[in-house]
T-cell receptor
Framework: DTGVSQDPRHKITKRGQNVTFRCDPI?????LYWYRQTLGQGPEFLTY????????KSRLLSDRFSAERPKGSFSTLEIQRTEQGDSAMYLC?????????????FGPGTRLTVL | DQQVKQNSPSLSVQEGRISILNCDYT??????FLWYKKYPAEGPTFLIS?????DKNEDGRFTVFLNKSAKHLSLHIVPSQPGDSAVYFC?????????FGAGTILRVKS
């Protein structure tokens, strides 16, 4: 399977703990995105990388959140001092611009539950 | 501030009939629109898209219509199949991010 993969698929943690999620994009895609989805809502944009450069961050991305894409391939999203409000599905997407069209393809997501 | 709205939380359609899912947006700067389908416990799957310079795009059973003056787009599925039952998200592209609606649950009854 050559789609976007995410690990882990599920994470349960206690409030105050740190968690890290990994995303492996489609291999030829130079753009990578993180979104968060809560129940009954559509995904909300968190941040965007082009190659290894983080080019945009949402105001939703508080200082407890940090994302990296060190070699322009896989990416990690870390949440420090988790809070119950961080419980959500964290989605990763990747894309490459073809003829000016940039379609994002999503991974299966990591479901985070903070107790 | 909901820039993309899907006003119908759910839709139920008989197998073989047409499903029409609607989406409204407020930001005239959106330049590209997409529809995604999502099954439980999976990520959104890309279905079909349309550029803001077009008014229709068709791919098999799926057709997306864009009415820029009304800031409205719709997804038509003909004929609907039970396997189409899922949550459908409308998304609009602005810069390097997608802005999503809240989704419409489609149930296709056999």
């Amino acid at each position: 399977d050559t789609g976007v993969s995410q690990d882990p698929r599920h994470k349960i943690t206690k409030r105050g703990q740190n968690v890290t999620f990994r995303c492996d994009p489609i291999s030829e895609h130079n753009r990578l995105y993180w979104y968060r989805q809560t129940l009954g809502q559509g995904p909300e944009f968190l941040t965007y990388f082009q190659n290894e450069a983080q080019l945009e961050k949402s105001r939703l991305l508080s200082d407890r959140f940090s994302a990296e894409r060190p070699k322009g391939s896989f990416s990690t999203l870390e949440i420090q001092r988790t809070e119950q409000g961080d419980s959500a599905m964290y989605l990763c997407a990747s894309s490459v611009s073809v003829g000016g069209v940039d379609t994002q393809y999503f991974g299966p997501g990591t479901r985070l539950t903070v107790l | 501030d909901q820039q993309v709205k899907q006003n119908s939380p759910s839709l139920s359609v008989q197998e073989g009939r047409i499903s029409i899912l609607n989406c409204d947006y407020t930001n005239s700067m959106f330049d590209y629109f997409l529809w995604y389908k999502k099954y439980p416990a999976e990520g959104p799957t890309f279905l079909i898209s349309i550029s803001s310079i077009k008014d229709k795009n068709e791919d098999g059973r799926f057709t997306v219509f864009l009415n820029k003056s009304a800031k409205h787009l719709s997804l038509h599925i003909v004929p609907s199949q039970p396997g189409d039952s899922a949550v459908y998200f409308c998304a609009a592209s602005w810069g390097n991010k997608l802005v999503f609606g809240a989704g419409t649950i489609l149930r296709v009854k056999s």
